[in-house]
């Protein structure tokens, strides 16, 4: 599913247009079918038969309502959400008289005039959705035929109903999206405003020292904090391209590389990733904090970070890895600030790219490694 754009759109219906949720409805509709088939209670014998005429109904209504939902939804996007609804749903109420006035003129009605002069002595019995007759050789007895009028009510009440169900699903799942991009939302501004207190001190006060005896310095720094906060402050839905997302990570190193000197080192394999790959803002400078905060400060000698990227023509993956003091070493608490960083971001891609987005941790006594995969998708 995703990714997908985290900006809602102005109807809650699906996109039809992808194939995912065409093939759901399509599958959802045979189902519909065999229900339809096996509810009436007659013999099983005739059942396939009645299914493979029922699914054939059903699979033409929901193709082709999902294909026309699908050309007309950029249309539907711009109109009030209320209208947007009802004429989805009138839309497919139609279909549905349409093929159900073809069903009765091509398959039920040429049944029933096929039955009315049985043959002497013979006895059939038939059992479709639109009838039920029994022949035998005295006449036709029992005569339940359903007219033209019952069938098409009968087709558009089931119709009916199964559509609004549908609506009703769509919008309960639409409103959970919301929710669940609004708690995201929260979440990450959240985490940049627990990046800011020590960070923030730590690099007033290496400006600070900065501006006695190189200016100059001291100006690129204030450069880079300031466009590392303008980020943080900024929309936090909005995606930015990986190039942007790199850039930012090197104005967030080069400020802690002020502070820590030839203890920070990072080597970075990134040549072989698109640059112009979207990504949620902020998904690797929080990745490359934890690794200093975590790894690389509490060691004497300091570290290195090794940033390695990997990509194919579908996704792509960044893994960051750090070195880990000893065990008995004493280090900050890896609890609560490390688990909110981690899970914001494992959030935020579910957000964005449903399954597709993954966030694993592989760790062991030396090392931690935190791999970032995401679908491809190209700035325009």
């Avoid at 109109?79 to 279909?95: C, G, H, P, Q, T």
């Avoid at 985490?191 to 730590?202: E, G, K, S």
């Avoid at 890896?334 to 981690?342: D, M, P, S, V, Y």
Wanted: glycine share 4%; net charge neutral.
């Amino acid at each position: 599913m995703p990714p997908a754009s985290s900006s809602p759109t102005s109807t809650f219906l699906p996109d039809f247009c992808q194939w995912q949720m065409l093939f759901s409805a399509l599958m959802i509709s045979q189902l519909l079918a065999i229900l339809l088939v096996l509810a009436p209670m007659e013999v099983a014998q005739y059942k396939l038969e009645i299914l493979w005429h029922v699914s054939l109904f059903t699979l033409g209504v929901t193709l082709c309502s999902g294909m026309l939902l699908c050309l007309l939804r950029n249309w539907l996007e711009r109109r009030n959400k209320i209208f947007a609804v009802l004429f989805s749903y009138m839309l497919i109420l139609l279909i549905t008289a349409l093929f159900t006035h073809i069903a009765w003129y091509f398959f039920v009605n040429p049944v029933i005039s096929s039955v009315k002069n049985p043959m002497p002595g013979s006895e059939q019995q038939f059992i479709m959705p639109a009838m039920k007759l029994r022949i035998t050789g005295e006449g036709l007895i029992n005569v339940v035929p359903i007219r033209y009028h019952l069938f098409m009510f009968r087709n558009l009440a089931i119709s009916a109903i199964v559509t609004l169900v549908a609506l009703r699903y769509f919008y309960l799942i639409y409103h959970w999206r919301l929710t669940t991009e609004a708690e995201a939302e929260f979440r990450v501004q959240a985490l940049q405003a627990r990046i800011h207190p020590h960070f923030l001190f730590n690099s007033m006060n290496t400006i600070a020292s900065l501006t006695r005896f190189d200016p100059d310095l001291a100006e690129q720094a204030v450069e880079d904090l300031s466009e590392l906060f303008r980020a943080t402050l900024s929309d936090a839905k909005k995606r930015v391209t990986l190039e942007d997302e790199l850039q930012l990570c090197q104005r967030y190193l080069r400020i802690e590389g002020l502070r820590m000197g030839n203890r920070l080192q990072v080597e970075w394999h990134m040549e072989t990733i698109p640059k112009d790959a979207l990504l949620p803002k902020l998904s690797l400078q929080p990745l490359l904090e934890n690794a200093i905060y975590y790894g690389i400060q509490p060691l004497p000698e300091g570290g290195l970070i090794q940033v390695v990227g990997m990509s194919d023509e579908h996704d792509i993956k960044i893994d960051i890895e750090n070195p880990l003091p000893p065990p008995d070493m004493p280090v900050p608490q890896k609890g609560k600030g490390n688990r909110i960083a981690l899970e914001n971001l494992r959030q935020r891609l579910n957000v964005y790219y449903g399954r597709q987005g993954h966030l694993d941790i592989q760790n062991d006594e030396r090392s931690y490694r935190v791999s970032l995969r995401f679908p491809y998708e190209r700035a325009e």
